[in-house]
């Protein structure tokens, strides 16, 4: 089966993962692809009568279009804005990788493209024994990693981009999305960024509030399309 997802992880937790996979699926499906979205872990959700419902999975089945059901999207859901590991502890859940792969799998059938949104940071844990570096590599998907420009990301993002490495799941490139408004120097941190991470952000983005519920990103999702379809999954 050839390729066609993504998984977007991001230096840490609110650093622009969400707004990078949700610009994607609407450029995607701005390229008449047919677009699915995952969010296979989430923790911070409300009730609802059709049950419980995380933003950043609302948030991407908008952007999308697609109309599969909800728990094809976000098959592990749980309120509380905790680590997923504590948060399904507490549930009596055990996330399971293969499950996310089985959801995953039933999507490819079905669409061109899948853009899947990891929750926190490459190594947020999920169970007492995996992270969500162990559900990129069970999709068997390329990584584009999403850089909070704040302090402190230098640092990190050089350590997610090996971590990405180091579990053996390959490295699409990084996008830097400005969070802070405040931070100093940020030109000369996007310099850095691109000199640590030994290649340019496929996209920066400014800081800016209002433009991120159109955001589209038509050149990054060309390149990954190229990308993806010469990407082979082994099943
Ligand atoms: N380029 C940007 N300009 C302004 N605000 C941004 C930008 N990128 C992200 N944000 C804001 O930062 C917060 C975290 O972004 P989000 O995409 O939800 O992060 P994550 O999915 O990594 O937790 C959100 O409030 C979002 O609107
Ligand atoms: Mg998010």
């Known amino acids: 089966m050839s390729g066609r997802g993504i998984f977007i992880t991001g230096t840490d937790t609110e650093v622009g993962k969400t707004v990078v996979a949700c610009a994607l699926a609407r450029s995607f499906r701005?390229?008449?692809?047919?677009?699915?979205?995952?969010?296979?872990?989430?923790?911070?959700?409300?009730?609802?009568?059709?049950?419980?419902r995380n933003a950043d999975a609302l948030a991407l089945i908008e952007a999308s279009g697609t109309?599969?059901?909800?728990?094809?999207?976000?098959?592990?859901?749980?309120?509380?804005?905790?680590?997923?590991?504590?948060?399904?502890?507490?549930?009596?859940?055990?996330?399971d990788c293969n499950i996310i792969r089985h959801h995953y799998d039933a999507?490819?059938?079905?669409?061109?493209?899948?853009?899947?949104?990891?929750?926190?940071?490459?190594?947020?844990?999920?169970?007492?024994?995996?992270?969500?570096?162990?559900?990129?590599?069970a999709l068997s998907v390329p990584a584009l990693m999403v850089v909070g420009v704040r302090l402190g990301c230098l640092s990190h993002a050089q350590l997610t981009r090996l971590a990405i490495e180091a579990h053996g799941v390959s490295f699409a490139g990084w996008i830097g999305s400005c969070v802070d408004p405040g931070m100093e120097r940020a030109a000369e941190n996007l310099?850095?960024?691109?000199?640590?991470?030994?290649?340019?952000?496929?996209?920066?983005?400014?800081?800016?509030?209002?433009?991120?519920?159109?955001?589209?990103?038509?050149?990054?999702?060309?390149?990954?399309?190229?990308?993806?379809?010469?990407?082979?999954?082994?099943?």
């Not at 701005?30 to 419980?52: C, D, E, W, Y």
């Open 30 to 52: 701005a390229q008449r692809f047919a677009v699915g979205v995952m969010k296979p872990v989430a923790s911070g959700a409300h009730q609802t009568p059709q049950g419980l």
């Open 67 to 95: 109309e599969r059901p909800y728990g094809d999207v976000n098959p592990y859901c749980f309120e509380p804005a905790i680590s997923p590991h504590i948060a399904a502890k507490e549930a009596g859940i055990e996330i």
């Open 107 to 137: 999507l490819a059938l079905e669409t061109d493209r899948i853009v899947v949104e990891g929750a926190g940071g490459w190594f947020a844990p999920i169970n007492d024994h995996q992270t969500m570096a162990d559900v990129a590599w």
């Open 191 to 235: 310099a850095t960024l691109e000199k640590v991470l030994g290649q340019p952000a496929l996209a920066l983005l400014p800081y800016a509030p209002q433009a991120l519920a159109t955001l589209v990103l038509p050149q990054v999702a060309e390149r990954l399309s190229r990308t993806l379809t010469g990407h082979t999954i082994s099943v």
